[in-house]
Protein backbone atom coordinates (compact mmCIF):
# COMPACT_ATOMS: atom_id res chain seq x y z
CA UNK A 1 0.00 0.00 0.00
CA UNK A 2 1.53 3.54 -0.80
CA UNK A 3 1.08 6.50 0.97
CA UNK A 4 0.20 9.68 -0.14
CA UNK A 5 2.53 11.20 -2.65
CA UNK A 6 3.39 14.95 -3.50
CA UNK A 7 4.97 16.42 -6.61
CA UNK A 8 6.74 18.52 -7.46
CA UNK A 9 9.46 18.13 -4.35
CA UNK A 10 10.56 22.08 -4.81
CA UNK A 11 9.09 24.55 -6.79
CA UNK A 12 10.48 28.16 -7.45
CA UNK A 13 8.20 31.03 -9.02
CA UNK A 14 8.49 34.64 -9.53
CA UNK A 15 5.27 36.89 -8.07
CA UNK A 16 2.29 37.06 -10.08
CA UNK A 17 3.08 33.67 -11.40
CA UNK A 18 1.02 30.50 -11.40
CA UNK A 19 1.34 27.36 -9.49
CA UNK A 20 -0.20 23.73 -9.70
CA UNK A 21 0.82 21.35 -6.89
CA UNK A 22 -0.10 17.15 -7.11
CA UNK A 23 -1.01 14.70 -4.52
CA UNK A 24 -2.05 11.18 -5.04
CA UNK A 25 -4.03 9.87 -1.73
CA UNK A 26 -2.95 6.64 -0.24
CA UNK A 27 -5.40 3.43 -1.28
CA UNK A 28 -9.02 3.39 -0.12
CA UNK A 29 -8.86 7.11 0.67
CA UNK A 30 -11.43 9.79 -0.78
CA UNK A 31 -10.82 12.97 1.25
CA UNK A 32 -8.13 15.31 0.09
CA UNK A 33 -6.99 18.06 2.40
CA UNK A 34 -4.54 20.81 1.44
CA UNK A 35 -2.28 22.73 4.36
CA UNK A 36 -0.08 25.60 4.15
CA UNK A 37 3.08 25.58 6.40
CA UNK A 38 4.99 28.82 6.67
CA UNK A 39 8.85 28.56 8.36
CA UNK A 40 8.50 28.00 11.95
CA UNK A 41 4.88 28.12 12.21
CA UNK A 42 2.04 24.63 12.30
CA UNK A 43 -0.34 23.99 9.18
CA UNK A 44 -2.90 26.12 8.18
CA UNK A 45 -6.01 24.59 6.79
CA UNK A 46 -6.52 25.67 2.87
CA UNK A 47 -9.67 23.67 2.11
CA UNK A 48 -10.92 19.78 1.61
CA UNK A 49 -12.14 17.87 -1.22
CA UNK A 50 -14.43 15.03 -0.81
CA UNK A 51 -15.70 12.46 -3.65
CA UNK A 52 -14.49 15.27 -5.93
CA UNK A 53 -16.58 18.57 -4.04
CA UNK A 54 -14.79 20.92 -2.08
CA UNK A 55 -16.48 20.65 1.70
CA UNK A 56 -14.99 23.06 3.50
CA UNK A 57 -12.35 26.03 3.18
CA UNK A 58 -10.16 27.69 5.45
CA UNK A 59 -8.98 31.78 5.35
CA UNK A 60 -7.73 31.92 2.26
CA UNK A 61 -8.35 33.69 -0.80
CA UNK A 62 -10.17 32.70 -4.40
CA UNK A 63 -6.92 32.60 -5.72
CA UNK A 64 -5.90 29.08 -4.11
CA UNK A 65 -8.32 26.77 -5.51
CA UNK A 66 -8.46 22.94 -6.53
CA UNK A 67 -9.42 19.83 -7.65
CA UNK A 68 -10.17 16.32 -7.21
CA UNK A 69 -10.35 13.54 -9.60
CA UNK A 70 -12.12 10.55 -9.61
CA UNK A 71 -8.95 8.59 -8.48
CA UNK A 72 -9.38 10.67 -5.33
CA UNK A 73 -6.25 12.45 -6.49
CA UNK A 74 -5.86 16.18 -6.10
CA UNK A 75 -4.75 19.49 -7.52
CA UNK A 76 -3.73 22.78 -5.77
CA UNK A 77 -3.66 25.72 -7.61
CA UNK A 78 -2.41 29.53 -6.60
CA UNK A 79 -2.83 32.39 -9.04
CA UNK A 80 -1.15 36.17 -9.10
CA UNK A 81 1.64 34.16 -6.80
CA UNK A 82 2.75 36.79 -3.83
CA UNK A 83 5.92 36.71 -2.14
CA UNK A 84 3.56 35.20 1.11
CA UNK A 85 2.86 32.39 -0.67
CA UNK A 86 6.53 30.98 0.27
CA UNK A 87 5.92 28.06 2.10
CA UNK A 88 5.67 23.76 2.43
CA UNK A 89 2.73 22.87 0.77
CA UNK A 90 1.20 19.42 2.59
CA UNK A 91 -1.54 17.15 1.12
CA UNK A 92 -3.31 15.21 3.37
CA UNK A 93 -5.40 11.89 2.82
CA UNK A 94 -7.68 10.19 5.01
CA UNK A 95 -11.30 7.76 4.31
CA UNK A 96 -13.91 10.09 5.54
CA UNK A 97 -14.86 13.66 7.08
CA UNK A 98 -15.26 12.65 10.94
CA UNK A 99 -12.86 13.93 13.55
CA UNK A 100 -12.79 9.89 14.14
CA UNK A 101 -10.63 9.58 10.21
CA UNK A 102 -6.86 10.15 10.64
CA UNK A 103 -5.18 12.26 8.27
CA UNK A 104 -2.23 10.99 6.31
CA UNK A 105 0.18 13.53 5.41
CA UNK A 106 2.38 13.38 1.68
CA UNK A 107 6.38 15.21 2.40
CA UNK A 108 5.10 18.30 1.50
CA UNK A 109 5.96 20.62 -1.77
CA UNK A 110 8.40 23.82 -0.88
CA UNK A 111 6.92 26.39 -2.86
CA UNK A 112 9.59 29.61 -2.76
CA UNK A 113 8.54 32.80 -4.93
CA UNK A 114 11.10 35.36 -5.53
CA UNK B 1 -13.59 28.68 18.36
CA UNK B 2 -11.10 25.88 17.98
CA UNK B 3 -7.27 26.29 19.10
CA UNK B 4 -4.28 24.94 20.45
CA UNK B 5 -1.54 26.50 22.11
CA UNK B 6 1.52 24.90 22.64
CA UNK B 7 4.75 24.36 25.07
CA UNK B 8 7.04 27.40 23.36
CA UNK B 9 10.28 25.69 22.38
CA UNK B 10 12.69 25.13 21.34
CA UNK B 11 13.60 21.80 24.12
CA UNK B 12 17.05 20.56 24.33
CA UNK B 13 17.25 17.34 26.45
CA UNK B 14 20.26 14.94 27.15
CA UNK B 15 19.50 11.14 25.88
CA UNK B 16 17.46 8.88 28.29
CA UNK B 17 16.04 12.27 29.70
CA UNK B 18 12.48 12.70 30.28
CA UNK B 19 10.37 14.83 27.88
CA UNK B 20 7.12 16.57 28.79
CA UNK B 21 5.66 18.82 25.98
CA UNK B 22 2.87 20.80 26.90
CA UNK B 23 -0.68 21.15 24.85
CA UNK B 24 -4.27 22.58 25.95
CA UNK B 25 -6.82 23.03 23.77
CA UNK B 26 -10.20 25.14 22.80
CA UNK B 27 -13.12 23.45 21.54
CA UNK B 28 -17.00 24.19 21.41
CA UNK B 29 -17.42 20.20 21.32
CA UNK B 30 -15.41 16.76 21.78
CA UNK B 31 -12.56 16.65 19.43
CA UNK B 32 -10.32 14.19 18.49
CA UNK B 33 -6.62 15.17 19.76
CA UNK B 34 -3.15 14.08 17.96
CA UNK B 35 0.63 14.62 18.20
CA UNK B 36 1.90 14.56 15.00
CA UNK B 37 5.73 15.26 14.64
CA UNK B 38 7.75 16.50 11.78
CA UNK B 39 11.40 15.36 11.00
CA UNK B 40 14.05 17.41 9.06
CA UNK B 41 12.78 18.12 5.38
CA UNK B 42 9.66 15.92 6.25
CA UNK B 43 6.20 16.05 5.82
CA UNK B 44 4.20 15.26 8.78
CA UNK B 45 3.98 11.97 10.41
CA UNK B 46 1.04 10.83 12.85
CA UNK B 47 2.81 10.02 16.59
CA UNK B 48 -0.35 8.93 18.36
CA UNK B 49 -4.15 10.08 19.06
CA UNK B 50 -6.97 10.35 21.41
CA UNK B 51 -10.61 9.97 20.53
CA UNK B 52 -11.95 10.63 23.51
CA UNK B 53 -11.60 11.87 27.41
CA UNK B 54 -9.26 9.72 29.21
CA UNK B 55 -8.21 7.93 26.28
CA UNK B 56 -4.26 7.20 26.28
CA UNK B 57 -2.67 7.61 22.86
CA UNK B 58 0.47 5.86 22.73
CA UNK B 59 3.63 4.77 19.99
CA UNK B 60 7.01 4.49 19.88
CA UNK B 61 7.23 5.21 23.89
CA UNK B 62 5.59 8.33 23.79
CA UNK B 63 2.22 8.97 25.41
CA UNK B 64 -0.92 11.53 25.86
CA UNK B 65 -3.87 11.54 27.74
CA UNK B 66 -6.74 13.13 26.73
CA UNK B 67 -7.97 15.30 30.23
CA UNK B 68 -11.15 16.73 29.07
CA UNK B 69 -11.13 18.52 32.77
CA UNK B 70 -7.80 20.39 32.06
CA UNK B 71 -7.99 20.21 28.19
CA UNK B 72 -4.72 19.13 27.98
CA UNK B 73 -3.20 16.10 25.85
CA UNK B 74 0.83 16.76 27.48
CA UNK B 75 3.40 13.99 25.54
CA UNK B 76 6.20 12.71 27.46
CA UNK B 77 8.31 10.11 26.74
CA UNK B 78 10.46 8.43 29.80
CA UNK B 79 13.54 8.31 28.13
CA UNK B 80 14.32 10.29 24.71
CA UNK B 81 16.91 9.43 22.34
CA UNK B 82 18.89 11.54 19.73
CA UNK B 83 16.91 10.25 16.44
CA UNK B 84 13.63 11.59 18.78
CA UNK B 85 14.93 15.05 17.73
CA UNK B 86 12.49 16.62 15.42
CA UNK B 87 9.29 19.12 15.88
CA UNK B 88 6.33 18.10 17.31
CA UNK B 89 3.02 19.48 16.54
CA UNK B 90 -0.40 19.38 18.77
CA UNK B 91 -3.42 19.29 16.81
CA UNK B 92 -7.30 18.85 17.35
CA UNK B 93 -10.28 18.09 15.02
CA UNK B 94 -13.57 18.77 15.72
CA UNK B 95 -16.70 17.16 13.91
CA UNK B 96 -16.17 17.11 9.94
CA UNK B 97 -13.94 20.30 10.54
CA UNK B 98 -10.23 20.32 9.77
CA UNK B 99 -7.09 19.51 11.89
CA UNK B 100 -6.00 22.68 14.10
CA UNK B 101 -2.67 22.92 14.73
CA UNK B 102 -0.50 24.19 17.80
CA UNK B 103 3.01 26.42 16.20
CA UNK B 104 4.85 23.14 17.01
CA UNK B 105 7.71 22.56 19.58
CA UNK B 106 10.92 21.52 18.22
CA UNK B 107 12.55 19.41 19.90
CA UNK B 108 16.60 18.70 20.27
CA UNK B 109 18.34 15.61 21.76
CA UNK B 110 22.12 15.87 22.89
CA UNK B 111 24.16 12.60 23.19
Known amino acids: ETGVTQSPTHLIKTRGQQVTLRCSSQ?????VSWYQQALGQGPQFIFQ???????GRGNFPPRFSGLQFPNYSSELNVNALELDDSALYLC?????????????FGPGTRLTVL | GNSVTQMEGPVTLSEEAFLTINCTYT??????LFWYVQYPGEGLQLLLK?????DKGSNKGFEATYRKETTSFHLEKGSVQVSDSAVYFCALREGANNLFFGTGTRLTVIP
Open chain 1, 27 to 31: SGHNT
Open chain 1, 49 to 55: YYREEEN
Open chain 2, 27 to 32: ATGYPS
Open chain 1, 92 to 104: ASSTGTSNLDTQY
Open chain 2, 50 to 54: ATKAD
